[in-house]
Structures are given as structure tokens and as C-alpha cells.
């Protein structure tokens, strides 16, 4: 049996790491067999990407090496890590995937999406998650969760509020486009009613009790 590939996406302090880490706990309380990720990163090799990618000057990157960077690390993690979980059967869910990619590199800073798209398909071919579900919160309140947090991966928060709108925005683009794959849930409500609202998104999309 193959297993579900499920992502959460949101800007920055979204809460996406707290919801994947309340995700893990609900599905080890039900004994469902899953695995818990992250993007840029996963495995070996994806890690040591990822360093270069969220540490470091804004502007350390222009956009296409920085696509490119973030491709390697995503194969290396799609076929080490995600395909081999998923021919287990396990559910995997995943803190950002190819949707991150569509709108920071290419919303955010101007890479064209047919750019995107094609290294994706050259890439992974049509590989794509099941369900995303898409953490919506204004920009402000995000970052100034994210302020709040630890840690020294800021560059990404270090860009401009007007970069900030345009994810916002890019992602509810992506849902709309795609309502098929793609729930936006409300990410400015508490932890808790916001666990419960993506627990009932994954009963409904798939069946998962």
C-alpha cells in the first residue's frame, strides 16, 4: 500500500512546525505509521543545503541559484526520504515542499514559474503531495511570531514587508488554482482549535480517522 504525502505551507511563523509536531504526536497516538520532515532538509546531504540556503545575508542568493540549490536538496530528500516512507505505506508530512519554491523564488522574487515548473518536471517529473494544507496569516502577526521564536535561520524573515504580502498572496493564489489539493486553514486562531481544523481537513480529504 502506498502511503499519503501531505504538506503544510504558510509564510514565515505560520506555525507550521508547532502543527507538524501536534500532527506527529496524533499520529503516534494512533499508532498510524508516518514520518515527520522538512524542506530544505530531511536527510544528510539536504541538511547541508539547507544551511546555506536560511542562514546568511538576505540577498546571499540571486533567485535562480537559489532555486537550483533548493532542487538539489528536494531530490536528494524526495528519493533518500519521501518515496521510500511512502512505498512503506507511511504517511508523510512535510514542513514546505515545490509551493514554497513557486512562491518565494518565483512570486516573491520575480523567477518565472514556467522556470520553476520545468525544473521540477526535469527534476521529479509529475510528483506532487496529495493534500497541502496552506497556514493563512497576515504578514505582520507572522513575522512577529517568528521574531519571537529562536533560532538563527532569519533570512528569509530579514526581507521586506512587501516580499511578505506577496507570499501571502502567492499561496492563496496556488489554492485557489488548485482547490483539489490545496485547504487554507486560519493560522491566526489558537494551536489547539488550529490542530483540530487540520485534523478534520485530513478526515475529509482522507479518511483518516
Not at 501531505?6 to 505560520?14: A, P, R, V, W, Y
Not at 514556467?114 to 510528483?127: E, K, P, V, W
Not at 499561496?171 to 485547504?183: D, G, K, M, N, T
Request: aromatic share 6%; glycine share 10%; charged share 25%.
Amino acid at each position: 500500500m502506498t502511503g499519503r504525502f501531505i504538506t503544510l505551507e504558510g509564510g514565515e511563523g505560520s506555525g507550521k512546525s508547532t502543527q507538524l509536531k501536534l500532527l506527529d504526536e496524533a499520529f503516534s497516538a494512533g499508532r498510524l505509521p508516518h514520518a515527520v520532515t522538512r524542506e530544505p532538509g530531511g536527510t544528510k546531504g539536504a541538511e547541508h543545503i539547507r544551511s546555506l540556503l536560511v542562514n546568511g545575508e538576505a540577498e546571499a542568493w540571486d533567485p535562480i541559484t537559489e532555486t537550483l540549490l533548493f532542487y538539489a536538496a528536494r531530490l536528494d530528500h524526495v528519493n533518500k526520504l519521501v518515496k521510500p516512507a511512502l512505498a512503506d505505506g507511511k504517511t508523510v508530512l512535510c514542513d514546505r515542499f515545490v509551493d514554497s519554491t513557486l512562491v518565494y523564488q518565483g512570486i516573491g522574487k520575480g523567477l518565472p514559474e514556467a522556470y520553476i515548473r520545468m525544473l521540477h518536471s526535469l527534476t521529479l517529473g509529475n510528483f506532487m503531495p496529495h493534500l497541502t494544507i496552506i497556514l493563512d496569516i497576515d504578514p505582520a502577526i507572522g513575522l512577529r511570531r517568528a521574531a519571537e521564536r529562536r533560532g538563527g535561520e532569519t533570512r528569509f524573515e530579514a526581507m521586506d514587508i512587501d516580499f511578505h504580502h506577496r507570499i501571502r498572496a502567492g499561496f492563496l493564489a496556488i489554492a485557489e488554482r488548485e482547490p483539489q489539493r490545496c485547504v487554507v486553514v486560519d493560522a491566526g486562531q489558537e494551536k489547539e482549535a488550529l490542530h483540530l481544523s487540520i485534523i478534520e481537513i485530513l478526515r475529509q480529504r482522507l479518511i483518516v480517522n
